[in-house]
């Protein structure tokens, strides 16, 4: 496998940093709960949460300050944060009691085998599995600390949880429209704001110089790639803060692929990025963290340079040497 | 025992023979290519072909005398209209005003066109909603669909003058339309739900899952998904379907003669009596006075049809063309 | 608010094609309901037995029996079939199995067009093609159930075709290539393997041509003769159960319109008994 390249490294550093004072932040919000024990606003009670966390750790004698933060974290800061879920198919359980916080402005894979659970899981998150029928979730999962499957619009949450899909799915219209989709579909008709959306979202996703002369040519005549990237500016252009992408290299050519990975390394500035994806170098190359999915449940999930040096579990490493040879 | 008496018969020289005549000819055509040997090899094969059963031989002739049967009969029956119709059309035939001696077919026509458009202003907002309803809406297992569909399993296999009947009793009579342009559309209307129905869902579940999840994904509600994606996409199926269902109202007289009625002049409001084009040409024929006028009537309203039921079919193919490119 | 809009224009449109698919099934129940309403008393007043069971159909005496007629649709369907079935399914058999691409490619829209053409011009074409034919040939008057099953096996054709040659494409391909690998010539695996795979939608066809064959008035009118009386030969004319609500509908009154809409009940009957034995043998060829 060809070695990352520079730039790549240099960002992954950017945000290990920014990471690092996340969980810094996290252990001050831990310790300031403590002295907030008293107070009775909705934050206190969180923060109490928190606060007996911290305690039952420190009962445990776990002094590590990143532990406490890791639990801290699920709480206060997360972007998307499940506890207990549950989640069945009928009589099928898909997902066993996952708990999994995922910071903002970052990348987590979720890798694993197939038909264990990743894509179900990055479903729950914008709710398409609500297309499945006979679907059924219990325990939370929450989207900035509110509750997803409680009574937030659908079509509004998935307005700020934008996706991305294995194969590409433009729609049979023209470049242009396939972007200004998603900000026609919420309110916004002006022209002139449609354009500037429309350009800044193919800029965005590095397709802007490519197609600027074919905007009004029909969608189904790019490239897997071009499509691919497309699907990328159609979801950015809805204005998500969240962007979910189900194996979206596993339909491209490498070339398609190298493009892809960048631009989501690019877009982890901005967007907090899930992905799932059955390629482990993939996931090696481009996230900061990375949870490891088996039969329904997550194994473990911890930062990629974690997961793929010293895993807590034997079976991550098993999976993880065996794939690596 | 044939196969054996095959084997042992053929020349040992041949080259491994494929075990059937039938397969044989096909070979060999194959084969052909190597131009050297194909002369010989043909005349080989065909001597091979003798020696194919009696029974063999009536087998593959029965169904290529029933297709020439079939071509021929379709050919004769409509060259024979045509023949004997074309020459009878006259302008005469054409004329604004019917009366019994230019047997115009012109308001007849002009009544085919109002009646199609009326019936389908019924039948496709209430068949194009239902269709969207069963593919979009409905989950599997809703009782409600099981219902839907036998209903409209049964209305498609409802004898046409059975819909008269019921027109006659409820929209004419119980309604108070009287035989009325209104009345013969609403039945025409029922009569061809089914028919809206059905293409229309086909036309919508050939549309690819992955064009909904992509637009449920961007945030979309399912009735924005449906008007700007789904049926674009579903459109030439539907209008297929849509113009089958023209065809059938075209050439309808069943439902129509109690509905609708036989009146000769062109209606002034939706109570009028009026007769369509098909009426019109089975009171034609039925009165056998002007049968040169009622094979020229005949042309007129089968050139009409074929060219409703061509239209669909082409429209059919680009939907299959176009569902098979993406 | 924007998400209350929102959501209420769903449900709308919700409630909107639910009602629209609705719609079906209440035309179903109000054609029966109309039909039921209207033909039952007739059918309970003659007894349900004495009404199809009695051939005499005297108007002028209020006297009501439609078996003749019943008779005369069963007559004309057989025929149709007899001539319709055969003919229908070795075309079927050739256009599936034997028919190379240009020929599939002219004959195959030709049968579509078939299906198109309306039954007025089909009555119309028996009328002074066939009619005429049978009057030249056997001297007779032309006009019956021979006429009628002409016109009618010539109709149903595009119906067994499609649905037969549909059934006959859907045999795997397995089937073909496994006998042929025992040695069986090309027309004898057609003949004696993939037509009795096809069974069930070859049957299928014949059961949707006989609800076309039964249900067709217009042509059937025009061709038949519609004289009133149980059937004497092939040559001679009968009346079938639509023609009679054609014929008369137009100047009956009282118990007799009731009893012409009864006639057509039992005409209905009998429709959605064919299309129950249809879907049945739908669902078992899938199943």
């Known amino acids: 496998m060809s070695e990352p390249a520079p730039p790549v490294l240099e960002k992954q550093r950017v945000r290990q940093v920014n990471l690092m004072s996340f969980v810094e932040q996290a252990v001050q919000v831990a310790e300031i709960a403590e002295t907030l024990q008293v107070a009775e606003t909705l934050q206190a009670v969180e923060a109490l949460q928190v606060a007996e966390t911290a305690e039952t750790v420190q009962v445990a004698e776990i002094a590590d300050a990143t532990e406490i933060a890791k639990a801290a974290e699920t709480v206060v800061s997360a972007k998307l944060h499940t506890e207990n879920l549950d989640l069945f198919y009928g009589n099928f359980q898909a997902l066993h009691k996952v708990n999994l916080a995922i910071p903002p402005l970052s990348i987590t894979a979720f890798i694993g085998p197939s038909g264990c659970g990743k894509t179900t899981l990055l479903k729950t998150f914008n709710r398409m599995n609500d297309l499945v029928e006979g679907c059924r979730i219990e325990g939370d999962v929450l989207l900035d600390g509110d509750e997803i499957y409680g009574n937030m619009d659908v079509n509004h949450l998935r307005k700020r949880v934008g996706m991305v899909f294995q194969k590409p799915n ?70 998500p803060e969240v962007l979910l992408m189900d194996e979206p290299t596993s339909a491209l050519d490498p070339a398609s692929t190298a493009h892809i990975e960048e631009l989501a390394i690019k877009l982890a500035e901005r967007y907090t990025i899930v992905i799932v994806t059955h390629n482990m170098q993939q996931a090696a190359r481009i996230s900061d963290r990375t949870a490891f999915f088996l039969l329904g449940e997550i194994v473990e999930c911890d930062t990629t340079a974690k997961i793929f040096s010293k895993p807590g579990d034997s079976r991550t490493e098993d999976y993880i040497r065996g794939r690596f040879g | 025992m044939r196969l054996i008496h095959d084997g042992a018969s053929g020349p040992t020289a041949l080259k491994p023979a494929p075990a059937t005549a039938g397969a044989a000819t096909t070979a060999g055509a194959a084969g052909a290519a190597a131009a050297g040997a194909a002369v010989r090899r043909t005349a080989r094969v065909r001597r091979r072909a003798t020696h194919r059963s009696v029974r063999d031989h009536i087998l593959h002739a029965l169904p290529c005398l029933a297709a020439l049967l079939t071509a021929a009969l379709i050919g004769f029956l409509i060259i024979y209209i045509l023949v004997m119709g074309i020459p009878h059309i006259s302008p005469d035939l054409f004329s604004i005003t019917y009366n019994s001696v230019n047997v115009s077919l012109m308001p007849a026509l002009i009544n085919t066109v109002l009646m199609t458009l009326l019936a389908l202003a019924f039948a496709v907002p209430i068949g194009l909603g239902g269709a969207i309803f069963l593919a979009e809406y409905a989950r599997r297992g809703n009782r409600l669909v099981g219902l ?82 789904l049926l674009p996409s579903a459109l030439p199926g539907i209008l297929a379907g849509v113009i089958l269902g023209i065809g059938r109202i075209v050439g309808e007289s069943a439902a129509l003669i109690y509905t609708a009625g036989t009146a000769t002049s062109l209606p002034t409001s939706l109570f009028d009596s009026t007769r369509t084009l098909s009426v019109h040409m089975y009171v034609l024929a039925s009165e056998g006075l002007h049968l040169e006028k009622t094979y020229a009537t005949a042309v007129v309203l089968l050139l009409l049809v074929l060219l409703i039921n061509t239209a669909s079919v082409v429209l059919a193919r680009r939907l299959s063309r176009k569902v098979r490119n993406v | 608010m924007q998400k209350s809009a929102g959501a209420l224009r769903e449900r709308l449109a919700f409630i909107a094609f639910a009602t629209a698919a609705t719609l079906c099934v209440v035309a179903v129940l109000l054609i029966c309901a109309f039909l039921l309403i209207n033909g039952l008393p007739t059918l309970l007043r003659e007894g349900p037995f004495a009404f199809i069971g009695n051939t005499t159909w005297q108007p002028a005496t209020d006297t009501y029996g439609i078996f003749s007629m019943v008779v005369g649709s069963l007559y004309v369907t057989a025929g149709a079939l007899v001539l319709g079935v055969p003919l229908g399914l070795l075309t079927a058999i050739y256009l599936s199995r034997f028919a190379k691409a240009r020929t599939k490619r002219l004959l195959q829209p030709a049968v579509e067009l078939l299906a198109g053409i309306p039954s007025v011009v089909y009555g119309f074409f028996g009328l002074v093609v066939i009619v005429p034919l049978i009057r030249q040939l056997f001297k007779v008057q032309g006009m019956g159930i021979l006429a009628a099953s002409i016109v009618l096996g010539i109709m149903i054709l595009p119906t067994i075709i499609a649905v037969s040659k549909a059934a006959l494409d859907a045999v795997p391909s397995s089937y073909y290539e496994g006998a042929l690998a025992l040695g069986a010539s090309h027309e004898r695996c057609v003949f004696s393997i993939i037509v009795p795979a096809a069974l069930s939608g070859v049957v299928a066809s014949v059961i949707l041509g006989v609800g076309r064959a039964i249900g067709e008035t217009m042509a059937v009118v025009m061709v038949v003769g519609n004289q009133v009386r149980m059937p004497v030969g092939i040559f001679e004319g009968v009346r079938t159960m639509t023609a009679n609500i054609v014929l008369e509908m137009g100047y009956a009154a009282d118990l007799h319109r009731q009893a012409l809409i009864a006639t057509a009940l039992v005409l209905l009957i009998f429709i959605l008994v064919i299309n129950l034995l249809f879907s049945l043998l739908r669902k078992k060829a899938r199943g």
């Open chain 1, 170 to 239: 433009p729609f049979p219209m023209s470049v242009y429209d396939n972007i200004a989709f998603g900000p026609r579909t919420h309110g916004i008709r002006r022209k002139g704001d449609l354009d500037e959306i429309v350009e800044r979202s193919l800029r965005d996703a590095a397709l802007f110089d490519e197609l600027k002369d074919r905007l009004r040519h029909n969608a189904l005549g790019l490239s897997g790639g071009q499509q691919q990237r497309l699907c990328i500016a159609r979801a950015l252009a809805a204005g």
């Open chain 2, 148 to 229: 839907i569909r036998i209903a409209a399993d049964t209305l498609a296999g409802v004898p046409s003058i059975v819909y008269g009947l019921f027109g006659l009793l409820f929209f004419v009579t119980m309604l108070g339309w009287r035989m009325s342009l209104l009345a013969g559309a609403c039945t025409l209307a029922i009569m061809i739900l089914p028919l809206i129905i059905s293409t229309a869902e086909e036309a919508l579940r050939a549309v690819p899952d992955a064009w909904r999840e992509g637009s449920f994904g961007l945030g979309a509600g399912r009735l924005r998904t449906v008007g700007r994606i």
